[in-house]
C-alpha cells in the first residue's frame, strides 16, 4: 500500500468542547502521522472555497456557518493508506450510522455537527491540502 497524505480538519463542535487531543490520539492510535497542524478560524470565503463541491446541496449554508462559527484545527494526516484509512477511524457522516468506536459516533454531535473531515479521494486531498498548507509548513 501506498504512502498518502490526507486533510483532515477538527470542526468547530469539536474545538468548543476541548476535545482536539483526544481525537488527534484516535488519529495516532490509528497509525496516522500529524506532519502539518494549524489552529485556525476560518473567513466566510475560505469556508466557500474549501465546500465549492457541496454549492448547490441544500446544507450549504448552514455547513459554512458551522465551519466558521468558531477555531477548527487543519492538519495533514500521513501513511499507509491514509485517505481510506482516515475515513475509516472518522466513521459515517451521520454519527448515527457510524461504526462503534470510529469518532464521529463517539463524539459527533449531529449530522452537520460531526467533529471531523477527511478527504474522500487522492484529488480531492491534494486540492485540500493545498489550499490548507504551503509546502514548507508540511514537516513528516
Ligand atoms: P463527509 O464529511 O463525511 O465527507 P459530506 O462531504 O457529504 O460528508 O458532507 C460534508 C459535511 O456537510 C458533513 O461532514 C456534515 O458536516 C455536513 N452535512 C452533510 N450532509 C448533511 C445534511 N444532510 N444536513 C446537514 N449537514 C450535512
Ligand atoms: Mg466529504
Not at 502539518?36 to 466557500?48: F, G, I, L, S, T
Not at 492538519?75 to 450510522?97: F, H, S, Y
Not at 462503534?100 to 459516533?105: C, E, F, L, V
Request: charged share 35%.
Amino acid at each position: 500500500m501506498a504512502i498518502e497524505r490526507t486533510l483532515s480538519i477538527i470542526k468547530p463542535d469539536a474545538t468548543e468542547r476541548n476535545i482536539t487531543g483526544l481525537i488527534v490520539a484516535r488519529l495516532e492510535g490509528a497509525g496516522l502521522r500529524v506532519v502539518a497542524q494549524q489552529r485556525v478560524w476560518w473567513k466566510k470565503k475560505h469556508a466557500e472555497e474549501f465546500y465549492e463541491m457541496h454549492k448547490k446541496r441544500p446544507f450549504f449554508d448552514d455547513l459554512v456557518k458551522f465551519m466558521v462559527s468558531g477555531p477548527i484545527v487543519i492538519q495533514v494526516l500521513e501513511g499507509e493508506d491514509a485517505i481510506k484509512k482516515n475515513r475509516e477511524v472518522m466513521g459515517a457522516t451521520n454519527p448515527e450510522e457510524a461504526d462503534a468506536g470510529t469518532i464521529r459516533k463517539d463524539f459527533a454531535i449531529s449530522l452537520e455537527k460531526n467533529s471531523v473531515h477527511g478527504s474522500d479521494t487522492p484529488e480531492n486531498a491534494k486540492r485540500e491540502i493545498d489550499l490548507c498548507f504551503k509546502k514548507s509548513e508540511i514537516v513528516g
